[in-house]
């Protein structure tokens, strides 16, 4: 790590939260160790136990930040649009609380938000991804655009949006509409896929993909729960599943049904 020190004004960490506490106190000190500075921070948390709010309270004292709580457990869509609603500045960082930034992040984020300054048709820049996006055109600084048409036959095409950590403006929701509420977490990303694909949404893809942050939720494993099916590597079931996502994903984008489930 070189002696910068970052001041991002204009830019709110937003953190979605439940009941991984010390995934989120990792994350903020990860931040102050790479001396980075927001104008703002918000954890949005989604009726975590008492023992986590405890300690979000402890870390309170050392990095500030506004705690935006739920009294029950709402879900992903109510966590991430209360969270939205509380943001203050013109650019909100997305960071979900299991992700860790690396010493290389701080310089292609200066790059990501002189990007939104200088373009006010970018949408959102995107840090991270399980894999590369499948339709990209090289922009600036390791940077691509992302593209989509109708006649991209790649099924991943759909995954335009991602709620891994991004750069959006925090007027997002005006232009994408809220995050649908009462849905499980992939149902309620994957409507906002739609919704941002159909609304002619605009992003950048940063190409080494796995180089900005670390996801690593080892120690406080994720609760969200996923089909077997979904995830399964059998040959026979892979097939299907991809033949079957080709055709539901398409259909929807058409016809913005977003009642897929994975």
């Known amino acids: 790590m070189d002696g910068n020190s970052y001041l991002f ?18 994350l903020l000190y990860a931040f102050e160790k790479l ?14 136990k008492e023992e986590h709010i405890e300690n979000l309270r402890k870390v309170q004292s050392a990095v500030p930040f506004r705690l935006i709580r739920s009294e029950v457990n709402k879900g992903l869509g109510n966590n991430l649009n209360k969270g939205q609603a509380a943001v203050q500045t013109p ?3 997305y960071v979900q609380e299991d992700f860790i930034p690396t010493e290389k992040f701080p310089p292609r984020f200066k790059d990501a ?21 499948p339709y990209l055109k090289y922009y600036n600084s390791g940077f691509y655009k992302m593209l989509i048409k109708p006649w991209y036959a790649n ?15 925090s007027s997002f929701n005006e232009k994408f509409g809220p995050y649908p509420e009462g849905l499980k977490g ?23 993909y796995n180089e900005l942050f670390v996801q690593d939720n080892s120690d406080e494993p994720s609760t969200m729960k ?5 995830t399964s590597k059998k040959p026979l079931i892979s097939v299907v599943r991809n033949f079957y996502r080709q055709i539901r994903y ?13």
């Open 9 to 26: 004004k204009g830019v709110t960490l937003m953190v979605t939260h439940y009941n991984r506490s010390g995934s989120l106190e990792r």
């Open 35 to 48: 001396n980075c500075r927001f104008e703002d921070i918000v954890v949005s948390d989604d009726g975590s």
């Open 91 to 93: 650019y909100t960082l």
């Open 113 to 133: 938000l002189s990007f939104m300054d200088s373009d006010p048709g970018i949408d959102i820049v995107r840090f991270y991804a399980y894999s590369s996006y």
């Open 155 to 169: 099924y991943r095409k759909i995954y335009y949006y991602s709620d891994h950590p991004h750069l959006r403006r």
């Open 186 to 208: 992939d149902r309620t990303e994957y409507r906002m896929c739609l919704n941002f694909i159909q609304r002619k949404g605009r992003g950048l893809f940063y190409g080494k």
């Open 226 to 230: 996923r089909k077997s099916w979904t």
């Open 250 to 262: 398409n259909f929807d984008i058409l016809f913005n049904k977003g009642s897929h489930q994975e």
